[in-house]
């Protein structure tokens, strides 16, 4: 079972704009939320994570929000630059779980000029 | 530093045939994890491994698939009589001792099986 969603599969958004990526999770138990970003043929390399007990970690221009009661949590990107433009993966994981990740099916994004 | 080494980076079998695919974790590494990528979908993880242990194969189907990490040498997983559903991208990543969220990831393999 897709423990972990993003439903938007293509963000198309303008160089200096802002990009928001979204993720859901169905498992009350996560308590550890991160964003890889992927380019193609290659894997996946970490841009910002978030423990459950804070609401928001930010990190120069990506900003993680968490919102634990709707089991949703958010990627900000600003501003959006064209070196931007790849596969973004929210995963999940529970602290007893020896850093398991679980994935959702990531987001294309394209910035345009 | 070299990061997380994956070989081959494209793989072709065909139906029954073996595949052996190969990750050598960063320097000072002791954690591996395989994950599978299915087209069109996320990663899914299969195996988490220590030195010649296996800590969780939750991941892994229950037959023809097999994962090592030996003492000396890199992580293997192996697919045995690979099926046409085994095509797919393979990835490793590794993590230091005590920093499991902190995993580095190679470029992966990418199989095929005709």
């Known amino acids: 079972d897709q423990q972990v969603k993003q439903n938007s599969p293509s963000l198309s958004v303008q160089e200096g704009r802002i990009s928001i990526l979204n993720c859901d999770y169905t498992?009350?138990?996560?308590?550890?939320f991160l964003w890889y970003k992927k380019y193609p043929a290659e894997g996946p390399t970490f841009l910002i994570s978030i423990s459950s007990i804070k609401d928001k970690n930010e990190d120069g221009r990506f900003t993680v929000f968490l919102n634990k009661s709707a089991k949703h949590l958010s990627l900000h990107i600003v501003p959006s630059q064209p070196g931007d433009s790849a596969v973004y993966f929210c995963a999940a994981s529970r602290t007893d779980s020896w850093g398991k990740l679980q994935f959702g099916a990531g987001t294309q994004v394209v910035v345009t000029p | 530093n070299a990061g997380v080494m994956q070989n081959p980076r494209h793989l072709v079998r065909r139906r029954g045939q073996e595949a052996r695919l190969r990750c050598s974790p960063m320097?000072?590494?002791?954690?591996v994890y395989w994950y599978r990528q299915l087209p069109e979908e996320g990663l899914k993880f299969m195996v988490y491994l220590q030195k010649e242990n296996i800590i969780d194969e939750s991941g892994m189907p229950k037959e023809r698939f097999s994962a090592e990490f030996p003492k000396e040498g890199p992580s293997i997983l192996r697919i045995q009589q690979v099926v046409r559903g085994d095509s797919a991208a393979y990835f490793c990543?590794?993590?230091?001792?005590?920093?499991?969220?902190?995993?580095?990831f190679g470029p992966g393999t990418r199989l095929t099986v005709t």
């Open positions: 498992n009350s138990m996560f308590d550890y």
């Open positions: 990543a590794s993590s230091p001792r005590g920093a499991h969220y902190e995993q580095y």
């Open positions: 320097k000072g590494h002791s954690h």
